[in-house]
């Protein structure tokens, strides 16, 4: 029992799935001489009974804030895979190791990766050089603050604020700063939501939609009810910075670049920042170049849909579904986890332009204005989800 729940425990807590959760310990119950096992899952324990003979036991764990270890993830899997081979004390001194482990990477280049991943995401929204440097800037010192924050074990909520405000506010101060040079910055709306992108919740909210597709409804509820309450303390955050600052969220025409070299130059800001995200969530090497591919092909094709005319939504559909069906593709294949490459490119392709504009247009009293951006920004995060969970529904499984 003590096997079991720590295998779980650990599996939730690194971010993947209660159904995926659920499965691998179907898996390793019957190797541990139980008979039936019944499991059921939140975001913040987990409760597993299991029967042998004629008795059965139940047990409870707390699990403890949530994260995201992809890493981590990939080797339970791999244990739970071989589990046969051992005995449940070596079994249990395995999973002592795997939780013992440290993160591959250090707070520098997780710093670096999101300020890498931030310039991207600024270039892909139509921002220039000095947006893309100041998104830089702000993306790296905010994720600095976050991982300061989570070693003392703050609060999740007010970190995700704090960092919005660190990250959004050390744009504001490079803008300010460069403009006095003579530095122009056309869009700044593009390059300031992408200074905090990497506080977007994406593994919670699509684990937590997997999660509703295979009715593990709890775990789902919690999951997506954390996720909704991270975004709502960013929108704080960011909501302090817009109001101290009297940030101007007037929308200038995109950076005008010829065809072929703005095709070019998406497909190498899409690899860098579903990459570099990736790194974020402590994706292995290949992992996070697996990632970046596929963002570069996925986020590329929807781009180039709208460019021919494609509404927003239906292209973001697409591209969603592309990627759902290629992550189902590399589980099979690359023994990699679902959520692991989807989550990375999913999240660039985040309007987050307009979730901004919905934010600083209800704040301002622009209550029609502040509709039809939530509406757009709506439509566009719906089919993203659609086309995930298309792709779940298409796999033989």
């Excluded at 729940?5 to 690194?14: E, K, N, V």
């Excluded at 039936?36 to 008795?55: C, E, K």
């Excluded at 460069?178 to 709306?189: D, E, H, L």
């Excluded at 490459?341 to 999913?346: E, G, L, N």
Aim: aromatic letters at 8%; charged letters at 10%; one cysteine or more.
């Amino acid at each position: 029992m003590e096997v079991l729940l720590s295998f779980g425990a650990l599996m939730l807590q690194a971010g993947n799935t209660a159904v995926r959760t659920r499965g691998w310990i179907d898996v390793i119950a019957p190797k541990l001489g139980f008979e039936a096992v019944a499991v059921n899952a939140s975001l913040d324990s987990i409760t597993v009974s299991v029967r042998r003979g004629n008795g059965w036991l139940t047990a409870i764990r707390e699990i403890g804030p949530p994260g995201v270890n992809v890493l981590r993830v990939a080797q339970l899997e791999q244990m739970a895979k071989a589990a046969a081979q051992h005995t449940p004390a070596e079994i249990a001194t395995a999973l002592a190791k795997i939780e013992a482990g440290s993160h591959q990477y250090s707070s520098i280049q997780i710093a670096a990766a999101v300020g890498l991943a931030s310039a991207g995401f600024a270039f892909i929204n139509g921002a220039g050089l000095p947006e893309m440097l100041a998104a830089a800037m702000g993306g790296g010192c905010g994720q600095g603050l976050k991982s300061w924050l989570n070693h003392r074990r703050v609060n999740h909520y007010a970190v995700a604020a704090l960092s919005a405000i660190a990250a959004s506010g050390v744009f504001f101060l490079v803008a300010a700063a460069g403009s006095q040079f003579g530095f122009r910055f056309a869009q700044y709306p593009a390059g300031f939501i992408a200074s905090i992108l990497f506080l977007v919740p994406g593994f919670p909210l699509l684990a937590g939609l997997f999660d509703l597709l295979q009715y593990q409804t709890v775990a789902a509820l919690s999951r997506l009810a954390y996720g909704l309450m991270i975004l709502l303390a960013v929108a704080f955050g960011l909501s302090i910075v817009v109001g101290l600052g009297g940030v101007d969220v007037t929308r200038q025409p995109p950076l005008e670049l010829a065809y072929a070299p703005k095709l070019l130059f998406r497909c190498v800001a899409s690899f860098i920042a579903a990459g570099a995200f990736a790194i974020l969530f402590n994706s292995p090497p290949r992992t996070a170049l697996a990632a970046g591919l596929l963002a570069l092909v996925a986020n590329s094709l929807r781009l180039l849909l709208i460019d021919f005319g494609v509404m927003p939504a239906p292209a973001a559909f697409l591209a969603a579904l592309s990627i759902g069906l290629a992550a189902l593709l590399a589980e099979r294949h690359l023994d990699v986890p679902p959520v692991a490459i989807a989550v990375a490119p999913i999240v660039i392709m985040i309007p987050g332009i307009l979730a901004f504009e919905t934010i600083v247009f209800f704040n301002q009293g622009q209550m029609l204005d502040a509709l039809r951006a939530f509406a757009s920004c709506g439509f566009i995060v719906g089919a993203l989800a659609i086309g995930l969970a298309s792709a779940r529904v298409l796999s033989p499984k």
